[in-house]
């Protein structure tokens, strides 16, 4: 059974930089895809980055300031954020498959 467990958020000022790490247990098939989703209050989660081997994707709003990334021999995923936007607010999920983290607050100030 896969478990995913997220860390790396917080609180950051417009302009700056978070970086956030998934740790999975698990089988974990590094074709399959794997990566970040996030929610704010009464809207839906949304697909911010995920990475498989031969491909990565990315949504259009963090497109150039994102960067996922993963560490296929220790099963870990990361989301390397730069230049964040308050409009990035919001809890961020790892996501592979039907599994989901428990989610990491991230909140940016203008």
């Known amino acids: 059974q896969v478990q995913l467990v997220e860390s790396g958020g917080g609180l950051v000022q417009a302009g700056g930089s978070l970086r956030l790490s998934c740790a999975a247990t698990?089988?974990?098939?590094?074709?399959?895809?794997m990566g970040w989703y996030r929610q704010v209050p009464g809207k839906e989660r949304e697909l911010v980055a995920t990475?498989?081997?031969?491909?990565?994707n990315y949504a259009e709003s963090v497109k150039g300031r994102f960067t996922v990334s993963r560490d296929y021999a220790r099963n870990m995923v990361y989301l390397q954020m730069d230049s964040l936007k308050p409009e990035d607010t919001a809890v961020y999920y790892c996501?592979?498959?039907?599994?989901w983290g428990q989610g990491t607050q991230v909140t940016v100030s203008s």
């Open positions: 698990g089988t974990i098939f590094g074709h399959v895809a």
């Open positions: 990475c498989a081997r031969t491909r990565t």
């Open positions: 996501n592979y498959i039907l599994t």
